[in-house]
């Protein structure tokens, strides 16, 4: 099973010699009240190093500025009469090098595990790591056990299938 990859130009210039960084930065425009800015920060650096330990050498997601940019908020532009059961979400702007990752403010957010099973709300390092996945162009994958399947799940970490279907992709593919 897996993700099913559509062609498609590659994002970054990786080869064999040098990784390209991507940079994240986060807009404490907004929180829930329920989460300081270090929570925040904390769930959204753990997602990071989930993906840089699957993209080694591939590409890095690092905090701080840069020419490659991922803006995160907490927001309410995600058109809910189209999306009703949308989140959070992953738009690329006019530049394809420069994305905004949005979580839902409309939303209950927490960090930790099991919480929308508990009916408590939407984990924040779950929701980070699926939408860093769409960063790097992953579809949604119709394997439940991903962290790219289009169904919430309460997964913090990529599982080995998942790590080696991404890594032969890119390998094959960049």
């Known amino acids: 099973m897996g993700v099913q990859f559509p062609p498609r130009q590659p994002l970054f210039s990786v080869n064999k010699f040098m990784s390209d960084v991507v940079h994240w930065t986060y807009?404490?425009?907004?929180?829930?009240k329920n989460l300081s800015n270090e929570k925040i920060l904390s769930a959204i650096r753990f997602a990071a190093n989930e993906w840089n330990l699957c993209?080694?050498?591939?590409?890095?997601?690092?905090?701080?500025?840069?020419?490659?940019?991922i803006r995160i908020s907490f927001d309410n532009k995600i058109d809910k009469k189209l999306h009703p059961n949308r989140i959070a979400e992953c738009r690329t702007f006019k530049n394809p090098r420069q994305w905004e990752i949005s979580f839902d403010s409309r939303e209950p957010w927490h960090v930790g595990g099991w919480r929308k099973f508990l009916g408590v709300g939407y984990d924040l390092r779950s929701s980070a790591l699926h939408e860093f996945g769409h960063v790097f162009a992953l579809p949604h994958s119709n394997d439940v056990d991903f962290i790219m399947h289009s169904d919430y799940n309460d997964n913090k970490r990529l599982i080995s299938r998942e790590i080696k279907n991404y890594r032969d992709f890119f390998a094959n593919n960049l």
């Open 27 to 32: 807009l404490p425009i907004w929180k829930p």
């Open 55 to 69: 993209m080694k050498g591939l590409v890095e997601l690092k905090e701080g500025s840069g020419n490659l940019q």
